[in-house]
């Protein structure tokens, strides 16, 4: 019974990913299934990270952020995951500090996809499937910065938490913020959500602008160089810039 009953699951966790938003109604219909044992299953998949109501319609259902963890090359393909690879170890053997590889997952996150490790003793860890706030993240703010108005204006539309006194919980003071880093193209994480740990993030874009991914270098703040921001955000956007051109090319 318990094996008709993960089997089931799992084809319902299929059809979500295959018809996302769906409601449970059209997944009654496919599975012919009574409506009841259709929402258990979702409220179960829901509860264990898998799937997730849609955040414009709650009657509709969509894969959620443990899916995304489980196999990250997926994604955005595999593509992008291969196309980073090489830049970001090249960045990492010039900095000699950890490089993150994050993907959006919709307004609810930001995903740690990959990362490529440096040999200092000390130093930040995320592991694969973190996931980390948009609003309090150099990662998160590299692809906020690139999104439109509408979806700055729904994510500002609740409470901003706080992790810190470093943390911007002013949506206007967010929407500031976000203008600089378009402005001068990678965001500056300096406390903002772990103490004591900084990142410097730049934004992975498709053709239209829109942001596939980040591309971070994260360090301890004992090893952060306020005098070396502008060098910093540069090699890190360079690197952004280079996967997007092997990712599209």
């Known amino acids: 019974m318990e094996l008709k009953s993960l ?11 295959q018809h996302q938003p769906v409601t449970v109604g059209e997944l009654t219909k496919i ?22 109501a849609n955040r414009r319609d709650t009657t509709r259902w969509e894969v959620g952020a443990r899916v995304l963890a489980v196999r990250p090359a997926a994604l955005q393909g595999s593509s992008l995951f291969a196309a980073a690879r090489e830049p970001m170890s090249r960045l990492r053997d010039t900095l000699n500090e950890t490089i993150h590889l994050t993907v959006p997952d919709a307004l609810h996150g930001i995903v740690v996809v990959d990362r490529v490790d440096c040999d200092h003793a000390v130093r930040t860890f995320h592991a694969i499937g973190d996931i980390s706030p948009l609003h309090a993240t150099a990662t998160g703010h590299a692809v906020l910065a690139h999104l439109p108005k509408s979806e700055i204006d729904e994510l500002t539309a609740g ?4 992790y810190g006194q470093e943390t911007i919980t002013d949506p206007a003071e967010l929407r500031a913020e976000l203008r600089r880093v ?13 103490p004591g740990v900084c990142a410097i993030a730049a934004p992975v874009l498709d053709e239209d602008g829109t942001p596939l991914a ?24 360079d690197t952004a810039a280079e996967i997007t051109a092997r990712h599209l090319g």
């Open 159 to 162: 409470a901003l938490e706080g």
């Open 7 to 17: 089997t089931r699951s799992l084809r319902i966790l299929e059809a979500v990913a």
């Open 214 to 237: 980040s591309v971070a270098v994260s360090m301890p703040d004992s090893r952060f160089d306020p005098g070396r921001l502008a060098e910093l955000g540069q090699l890190v956007t």
């Open 31 to 52: 599975f012919g299934l009574p409506k009841s044992t259709v929402q258990r299953t979702l409220v179960t998949l829901d509860e264990a990270g898998w799937l997730r």
């Open 182 to 194: 378009r402005d001068r193209g990678y965001a500056v994480n300096h406390n903002q959500y772990r």
